[in-house]
């Protein structure tokens, strides 16, 4: 059975997996090998949600923000085996909801690829005369 559920004081097993999952998205080279830098990010951020099925995590997510009037959703991922099941609907859905007990009424998030279908599923919509950017290093 799939539970989705928050994480805050996670194992060197459940630091593993989560390693991997940012290494198979390609957002780390070696998330492996930081196991450390893991743990600080989970601890840094407001909610971190795994998917798990017994003690194997198939998805994540987190939340990041001040907790009183802005957030944003970061890195929601599902293992490649486990896609397109609904599992990252729930992450989000479950990380919009503790979010909404905090009374955070402004949600916002980066969509990557044909990942806007799912964040539409939950509400999420384009907003107008806005446009994503990222501070980069000039050189």
């Known amino acids: 059975m799939l539970h989705i559920e928050p994480l ?3 194992t060197a097993g459940q630091l593993g997996a989560i390693a991997r ?6 957002w780390w080279e ?18 971190f949600m795994i998917a798990r099925e017994g003690d194997d995590i198939v998805g994540m997510g987190r939340a990041i923000g001040d907790g009183v009037s802005d957030a944003y959703l ?24 503790h ?3 905090l009374e955070v009424d402004w949600i916002g998030l980066i969509a990557k690829g044909r990942a806007d279908g ?4 939950c509400g999420f919509r384009p907003m107008p005369d806005a446009i994503p950017m990222r501070y980069q290093e000039k050189g």
């Open 8 to 10: 805050t004081s996670p």
């Open 21 to 26: 999952l940012y290494t198979e998205t390609g």
């Open 30 to 47: 070696d998330a492996g090998e930081h196991p450390e830098q893991v743990r600080r990010l989970i601890a840094g951020s407001l909610f």
């Open 74 to 97: 970061q890195d929601i991922a599902v293992t490649a085996a486990r896609r397109g099941e609904g599992i990252a609907t729930r992450i989000v859905t479950a990380l919009v909801d």
């Open 99 to 101: 979010l909404k007990e």
């Open 118 to 121: 799912v964040y539409a599923r």
